[in-house]
T-cell receptor
Framework: DGGITQSPKYLFRKEGQNVTLSCEQN?????MYWYRQDPGQGLRLIYY???????QKGDIAEGYSVSREKKESFPLTVTSAQKNPTAFYLC??????????????FGEGSRLTVL | QQQVKQSPQSLIVQKGGISIINCAYE??????FPWYQQFPGKGPALLIA?????SEKKEGRFTISFNKSAKQFSLHIMDSQPGDSATYFC????????????FGAGTRLFVKA
């Protein structure tokens, strides 16, 4: 099946620890994205990448880092600098096309809880 | 200017009724306006989308109405069913400089049987 695979589904972290969330896609999409979801705030963009070895900050990049060494992989590291990391994290991919296109395909999310 | 404002925050509708969710935007650079549906514990999935050169798009019981001059668009769910109970997000994509998609805050819909 083609799709987005995120792992782990649930993750607990102690304060001061870095954690890395995995995101893999087999849709052959060029673009990948990380969103954070908090109750009542919708989805906020953390980082996105249009091609391998290139990525841009989204609206809430502070305290996060990413890499894009392979087309199918876009891991997100939540660092100890992120002040409020407890959230539901969603990875997505898309194949940017022309005007009026751009469906995002989402994984099932990773729920991070800081103890 | 990149915000997408969505209302209401929550909505309760009787089975068979019409659910209406509204969104507004400011940035005229947006070129694609999708709606996503999310069930608890799952990632969002595309429900229906519209381009700004179209005023209405219908797919089954779901219709997007788009008012370019007012910078507003809305989702109508006809004959709402309990299975439609989910969170709905409107969104807007910037077509230049990186294809970012900006989401509204979401609407939690509950359809009473």
């Amino acid at each position: 099946d083609g799709g987005i695979t995120q792992s782990p589904k649930y993750l607990f972290r102690k304060e001061g620890q870095n954690v890395t969330l995995s995101c893999e896609q087999n849709l052959n999409h060029d673009a990948m994205y990380w969103y954070r979801q908090d109750p009542g705030q919708g989805l906020r963009l953390i980082y996105y990448s249009q091609i391998v070895n290139d990525f841009q900050k989204g609206d809430i990049a502070e305290g996060y880092s990413v890499s894009r060494e392979k087309k199918e992989s876009f891991p997100l590291t939540v660092t100890s600098a992120q002040k409020n990391p407890t959230a539901f994290y969603l990875c997505a991919s898309s194949q940017p096309g022309g005007v009026g296109t751009g469906e995002l395909f989402f994984g099932e999310g990773s729920r991070l809880t800081v103890l | 200017q990149q915000q997408v404002k969505q209302s209401p925050q929550s909505l309760i509708v009787q089975k068979g009724g019409i659910s209406i969710i509204n969104c507004a935007y400011e940035n005229t650079a947006f070129d694609y306006f999708p709606w996503y549906q999310q069930f608890p514990g799952k990632g969002p999935a595309l429900l229906i989308a519209i381009r700004p050169d179209v005023s209405e798009k219908k797919e089954g019981r779901f219709t997007i109405s788009f008012n370019k001059s007012a910078k507003q668009f809305s989702l109508h769910i006809m004959d709402s069913q309990p299975g439609d109970s989910a969170t709905y997000f409107c969104a807007a994509r910037i077509g230049t400089g990186g294809f970012k998609t900006i989401f509204g805050a979401g609407t939690r819909l509950f359809v009473k049987a």
